[in-house]
C-alpha cells in the first residue's frame, strides 16, 4: 500500500491520458485553423481545395421517394464543381448514406460521416425522428448540422443545439399562411381538422389554433388518426357531421390520398378543402383522380418543374440543363429534385457568405442570412435568420388545384412580417 | 337516432374489411393449425399482382380470374417452399417463419412496386343506398356481399366435402391422418392456396378504399386477428360475426366514448382479444380442444 499505488495508478492514468489524447487526435483528423480570426476553430473536412459534406436520406424503405433529393443536390454540386470551381475554390464531395427512415441507423450513420469519413458537416438529414436521434450527438461533436430536411419547429425554437438548423418552411408557419388566407377570404370560416396523432400533426394544428385565436374563423372539429390505423373514414364521418365549411388536412401521403377521396365521395358535405405540402405532391392526388381534386388548396415555396409558368425562367432552365447533364436518368419534372437543387444552392451562398473557412463559420453564417436570394425558391421568398430566428424560409404561397397540376394564387404571405417572430 | 345508426353502418362497412382477411386467418387455421402472420402481406401482394394486370390493359374481372389463380399456386408454392421444410415443427418456429415472410413479402413489394401509393378501381358503383336518414355506400354493401358469399362457400368446404374431412382431420393429427390414408403434404399445400385466395379476394376489396401500398394490410391485419380470435379460429361464421363486431366497437367507442376517441380507437381491438381470451378462449363461436391425458 501506499506511494507504490499511487506511482502506479500514476503510470496507469499517464498511459490512459496519453491514449485518449491520440484517440482525440484520430477522431478530429483535421484539427483546428492555424492563424488570424478564424484562430482555434475546427477545419475538418475542409481544406483550401475541397469540402466534404454528408447527407442521410431514406434510399430505400416507405419513404424512399425522398430518395429523390440527394439526386438533385449531387447534380446540383457537380455543376457548381466542374463550371465554377466549386464553392469559392473548394470542390464539394457529396457522400449520401441511407437510413431507411430508421432512427437507430441515422444515428450509426450520422457517426461514420462525422468519425471515419471525417466529414464538415451533415449537409440534410431527412424526416423529423431521424433529425432528432441525430441532433444531440452532432451538437456534442459541435459539427454543424445543416438544413435538415424537415418542418418541424422544434429546429428553430430550440437554444440547446447550436449546429442544428432547418431551411424548408416549418409547420408552424404553414399553419399561419393558413390562418391568415381564411382570415382575409372567409373571416366567419368554421374549420374541421384531420391530423395525424404524432409531433408533426400537433405541431402544424397547434400552431394554426394560435394563428386565428381572437378571429372569427374557428375550429369546429378535430379527429386524430394514428399511422397504424387502416382507414381514416370513421374521423372523416365525424368531421362532416361538423358541417364545417373549411377541412383542413393534415396528414401523410397515403392518408391524404384517403381524406381526400373520402371527401370527394361525401357529396352531401362540401366544405374548402386545404391539404397540407406534405401531402399535396401529385403522387397523393393521382390515385384519388384529378377530377376529384379540383380547387383544392394548399400552400408552397419552391418553383414547380411542371408549372409551365417557369418555363422561360433562367434558373428553371439551368435546372433542366444541368440535371440532364450531370443526373442524365433522372427525371427533372419530379418536385423532389428541384427541392436538392434549391437546398444545395441555399447552402453554396451560406458557405459563401462563412466568415471563417471553419465549422464555426458555417455555423454561424446559417445563423446570419440576411434575405439571401435562392433562385429556384418562389420570387419573394428569401433566406432569413439571425440570433433569435433559426428559421431559414417563413414565407409561403397559395396554390390551388386546377385541371392536372396546382396554380398559384395571391401574394407570397412572409408570416414573420405577419405574426411576428417563432418564439416557442 | 340516425347518427348512431349511421355509425353503426360505418362500423359494419369497416368490419367487412376486418372479416375478408379473417376468413383467411380462419381458413388457413383449419386446414394446418397454425396462425398465418404473413397472411395479410400475401394478400397485398396479390392486390399488386391484379393491379399489374389492370395496368397492362386487362379488364377488371379479366385481372381478378388471373389474379386468384396466380394466388393460389403462389400460395401452394409457398407452403412447399417455405413451410414444408419446417412442416410439425413447434409452434414458435411457424410464428418465426410467418413473421419473416411478412417482412420479406412487404420488402419485395416495395421494391417490385414501390412505396407510393396507388389508385384501385372500384367494382362496385359509387353512391349510396338511403333508408330513413341513413346512407349505405354501395361499396360497402358490395363488401359485405362477397364476404357473406365466401364465408358460405367455406362452410359448404369444411362441412359437407370430403376435402373438409380430410382437412379437419390433419389440423387435429397429422400422424393419424396420414395412417389412414390421407395425403398430409396435399392437404396442408391446398390449405395454404385457398387461404391465399382467400386473402386475394379481401385485398381486393378493400385496395379501392385504402388505397394500394405495400402497407396496406398492416392495420387490417391487427383488426382481422382480433375478428378471428372474437369469433374462434375454426369458425369461418365467426370471423364474419367477430369483424362486424369490431369494426361496430371501434367505431362507436370512438365516437361516443369520450376518453377513447379516436386517439385510442386501435386499443380497442386490443382491449376485445385479451378479453376473450381470458373468458372463452375458443371465441365465440368456436370448438374448445380437448386434450387427452
Redesign the interface.
Known amino acids: 500500500m501506499g506511494a507504490s499505488t499511487i506511482r502506479r495508478t500514476a503510470a496507469v492514468a499517464a498511459v490512459l491520458l496519453a491514449a485518449t489524447a491520440c484517440g482525440g487526435r484520430g477522431d478530429d483528423g483535421g484539427g483546428t485553423a492555424a492563424s488570424g480570426a478564424c484562430k482555434g476553430q475546427q477545419t475538418t473536412g475542409i481544406t483550401d481545395k475541397s469540402i466534404k459534406l454528408g447527407g442521410i436520406y431514406p434510399l430505400s424503405g416507405p419513404a424512399s421517394a425522398y430518395g429523390d433529393i440527394p439526386k438533385g443536390i449531387k447534380a446540383y454540386f457537380d455543376y457548381v464543381n466542374a463550371e465554377q470551381n466549386g464553392i469559392g475554390g473548394r470542390k464539394v464531395e457529396f457522400l449520401v448514406r441511407d437510413d431507411g427512415y430508421q432512427p437507430p441507423k441515422a444515428v450509426e450513420e450520422a457517426r461514420r460521416l462525422v468519425e471515419q469519413e471525417q466529414v464538415f458537416a451533415l449537409f440534410q438529414t431527412l424526416g423529423t425522428p431521424s433529425t432528432a436521434a441525430t441532433w444531440d450527438y452532432t451538437n456534442q461533436r459541435k459539427v454543424p448540422q445543416v438544413f435538415v430536411a424537415t418542418g418541424a419547429s422544434l429546429w428553430g425554437t430550440d437554444t440547446r443545439h447550436p449546429w442544428t438548423i432547418g431551411w424548408q418552411p416549418n409547420y408552424v408557419s404553414e399553419a399561419r399562411v393558413y390562418a391568415r388566407y381564411l382570415k382575409t377570404d372567409r373571416p366567419a370560416a368554421k374549420v374541421a381538422v384531420l391530423y395525424q396523432n404524432d409531433d408533426f400533426g400537433k405541431d402544424l394544428l397547434g400552431g394554426f389554433k394560435k394563428a386565428i385565436a381572437g378571429s372569427g374563423v374557428k375550429v369546429v372539429a378535430e379527429q386524430s388518426y394514428e399511422v397504424s390505423d387502416p382507414s381514416i373514414d370513421p374521423q372523416m364521418r365525424n368531421l362532416a357531421g361538423s358541417k364545417a365549411d373549411v377541412f383542413l388536412n393534415v396528414t401523410t401521403p397515403k392518408f391524404g390520398s384517403q381524406a381526400l377521396a373520402a371527401d370527394a365521395r361525401n357529396t352531401d358535405w362540401n366544405p374548402l378543402h386545404i391539404v397540407n405540402n406534405v401531402a399535396a405532391s401529385r403522387t397523393v392526388l393521382q390515385p384519388v383522380g384529378f377530377k376529384n381534386v379540383q380547387g383544392v388548396v394548399s400552400a408552397t415555396y419552391y418553383k414547380d418543374p411542371t408549372d409551365p409558368q417557369w418555363n422561360d425562367d433562367a434558373e428553371m432552365r439551368l435546372y433542366r440543363a444541368k440535371m440532364k447533364q450531370y443526373a442524365p436518368g433522372a427525371d427533372p419534372n419530379i418536385p423532389y429534385h428541384a427541392f436538392g437543387w434549391a437546398v444545395a444552392s441555399s447552402f453554396h451562398k451560406a458557405m459563401q457568405a462563412a466568415k471563417c473557412p471553419t465549422r464555426e463559420g458555417l455555423r454561424d453564417s446559417v445563423r446570419n442570412l440576411n434575405n439571401v436570394q435562392v433562385d429556384m425558391l418562389l420570387p419573394g421568398v428569401t433566406l432569413q435568420t439571425g440570433p433569435d430566428d433559426g428559421f431559414p424560409i417563413e414565407s409561403m404561397q397559395l396554390m390551388r388545384f386546377k385541371g392536372e397540376r396546382w396554380e398559384l394564387f395571391g401574394n407570397v404571405i412572409d408570416t414573420r412580417k405577419e405574426f411576428g417572430p417563432l418564439t416557442d | 337516432m340516425a347518427?348512431f345508426a349511421?355509425?353503426v353502418v360505418?362500423?359494419m362497412?369497416?368490419g367487412a374489411?376486418y372479416a375478408g382477411l379473417a376468413l383467411a386467418l380462419v381458413l388457413i387455421h383449419r386446414f394446418t393449425g397454425i396462425v398465418n402472420f404473413a397472411q395479410g402481406e400475401l394478400a397485398m401482394f396479390s392486390t399488386y399482382v391484379a393491379w399489374q394486370f389492370m395496368d397492362a390493359g386487362l379488364p377488371f374481372w379479366a385481372a381478378l380470374a388471373i389474379t386468384l389463380t396466380v394466388s393460389f399456386t403462389g400460395g401452394m408454392l409457398i407452403e412447399r417452399v417455405v413451410i414444408r421444410p419446417v412442416e410439425g415443427a413447434p409452434e414458435l418456429t411457424m410464428v418465426i417463419v410467418t413473421v419473416g415472410l411478412f417482412i420479406f413479402v412487404n420488402a419485395a413489394a416495395?421494391w417490385i412496386w414501390?412505396?407510393?401509393?396507388?389508385?384501385f378501381p372500384n367494382p362496385f358503383p359509387?353512391g349510396a343506398l338511403r333508408a330513413g336518414g341513413v346512407a349505405v355506400?354501395y361499396p360497402t354493401l358490395g363488401i359485405l356481399a362477397v364476404v357473406g358469399l365466401v364465408m358460405g362457400l367455406l362452410y359448404l368446404l369444411f362441412r359437407h366435402t370430403g376435402i373438409g374431412l380430410g382437412m379437419r382431420a390433419v389440423a387435429a393429427d397429422p400422424d393419424s391422418a396420414r395412417l389412414v390414408g390421407i395425403r398430409v403434404g396435399r392437404t396442408l399445400a391446398l390449405g395454404w392456396g385457398l387461404a391465399a385466395t382467400v386473402g386475394a379476394v379481401s385485398g381486393v376489396l378493400?385496395a379501392p378504399?385504402?388505397?394500394l401500398?405495400?402497407?396496406?394490410m398492416?392495420?387490417?391485419l391487427?383488426?382481422a386477428f382480433a375478428a378471428a380470435t372474437l369469433g374462434g379460429f375454426d369458425s369461418p361464421a365467426g370471423a364474419v360475426v367477430g369483424g362486424l363486431v369490431v369494426g361496430v366497437a371501434?367505431?362507436l367507442a370512438?365516437?361516443y366514448v369520450d376518453v377513447v376517441?379516436?386517439?385510442l380507437?386501435?386499443g380497442v381491438p386490443l382491449v376485445i382479444i385479451l378479453v376473450v381470451l381470458l373468458l372463452r378462449p375458443q371465441g365465440l363461436f368456436g370448438r374448445a380442444t380437448v386434450e387427452r391425458a
Do not use: C, H, R
Open positions: 347518427g349511421q355509425q360505418e362500423g362497412g369497416a374489411i416495395g414501390s412505396f407510393l401509393i396507388k389508385d359509387d355506400g378493400v378504399l385504402l388505397f401500398e405495400p402497407n396496406m398492416g392495420g387490417v391487427i383488426y371501434e367505431t370512438g365516437a376517441g379516436s386517439d380507437k386501435i
